[in-house]
């Protein structure tokens, strides 16, 4: 009986630091969670301020060289094309167009599908409203056909939340319009930090490469076509 009551008597004694050692590694696992939760907002933070600035450079190139005029554009890197709409007299965008075709194996001619990316600016000429890129896929045998829109409305702001993502395969809507402020961002799944830094990111770094690009190599074959007529017509004083 003594021993019954003494057993009962360390069980009493030592329940309530089990009960506390338990709500104390509760609450550490919680704070845990919480700083994780607020290290993935913090480097997400990070990724908008990168896509700002990214944002306000391809905005910089595009008044720079007047991109929107529309006018003296003549080299282009490889597979890539650029286009004005929807006039061309009065754009409102101006886009840039890389494709690439698969052929079925290394050693044949026969094409077997393409991937297209049209990245497209809305601007004044000045300022850049929008920038929408359109990724497109198709195979040539089985006709299938994907089709994923990114559009971001404010792209000078550190904000990313209101970019509209638009998916479809074979013209049925998988994901319809939604904004990158509803994609999952958890501990287990931080998927919209990863479309931020995996592609957001980059295809806009790609974009203001490719429109630096164009606009020196055209901007040196304006001037190497400056040189040519002033040699040309100095040599005329010759004779």
Do not use: C
């Not at 391809?58 to 490889?78: E, R």
């Not at 991937?115 to 006709?143: A, P």
């Not at 998988?174 to 957001?200: C, H, Q, Y």
């Not at 040196?220 to 017509?233: M, P, Q």
Request: proline residues 3%; charged residues 25%; aromatic residues 6%.
């Amino acid at each position: 009986m003594k021993n019954k009551l003494a057993a009962i008597m360390i069980l009493f004694l030592t329940l309530p630091v089990f009960l506390t050692a338990q709500d104390n590694k509760a609450g550490t696992e919680k704070r845990g969670s919480t700083l994780t939760s607020k290290a993935i907002d913090e480097k997400g933070q990070g990724f908008d301020k990168q896509i700002a600035d990214l944002g306000k450079s391809i905005q910089q190139v595009v008044a720079d060289a007047n991109l929107m005029s529309g006018s003296g554009i003549k080299t282009l890197p490889y597979q890539t094309d650029i286009h004005w709409g929807p006039e061309k007299e009065n754009p409102k965008y101006v886009q840039i167009v890389k494709h690439i075709y698969i052929k079925e194996g290394l050693f044949t001619g026969q094409l077997i599908g393409f991937e297209e990316k049209v990245l497209r600016i809305y601007s004044d000429g000045k300022t850049i409203s929008q920038i929408e890129t359109i990724i497109k896929t198709k195979n040539f045998k089985s006709q299938d056909e994907e089709i994923v829109t990114v559009l971001d409305p404010t792209p000078l702001t550190e904000s990313t939340d209101d970019i509209v993502l638009h998916h479809t395969l074979n013209g049925k809507k998988l994901i319809d319009k939604k904004k990158l402020g509803e994609v999952l961002n958890d501990v287990d799944s931080p998927i919209r930090n990863g479309i931020k830094s995996e592609f957001i990111i980059p295809n806009l770094t790609i974009l203001d490469k490719n429109l630096l690009f164009i606009t020196e190599s055209n901007k040196k074959g304006s001037k190497d076509a400056d040189l040519n007529i002033s040699e040309f017509l100095k040599k005329s004083t010759l004779y």
